[in-house]
């Protein structure tokens, strides 16, 4: 069964940083393309980045480019999203993501909140 379990969300200062992790299980890691999304109250989830299997390849939402860097490590089966020069507008509830055969697949959300 496949598991999608987010954590390193908080309360931070605008300009501050925050590391999120998304530790997965239950299915091949190092095989899949991971996403991160999130979703602001009132308004749709959003794509914010994406990695492929490898790692190799990656891309990000516009309003998060030059920011947020998403990475992974397929040994301990996680993929991190590092969040620099944080903004109010980036407050949300942060989504680990994974499309396989089995359909799309969310972890629980880890909420971010930028706010002075």
Avoid at 8 to 30: M, W
Avoid at 51 to 64: K, L, P, Q
């Amino acid at each position: 069964q496949v598991q999608l379990v987010e954590s390193g969300g908080g309360l931070v200062q605008p300009g501050g940083s925050l590391r999120l992790s998304c530790a997965a299980s239950g299915f091949t890691f190092s095989s899949y393309t991971m996403n991160w999304y999130r979703q602001a109250p009132g308004k749709e989830r959003e794509l914010v980045a994406t990695i492929t299997s490898g790692g190799s390849v990656t891309n990000y939402a516009d309003s998060v480019k030059g920011r947020f860097t998403i990475s992974r490590d397929n040994a301990k089966n996680t993929v991190y999203l590092q969040m620099n020069s944080l903004k109010p507008e980036d407050t949300a509830v942060y989504y680990c993501n994974v499309i396989r055969w089995s359909g799309s697949h969310w972890g629980q959300g880890t909420q971010v909140t930028v706010s002075s």
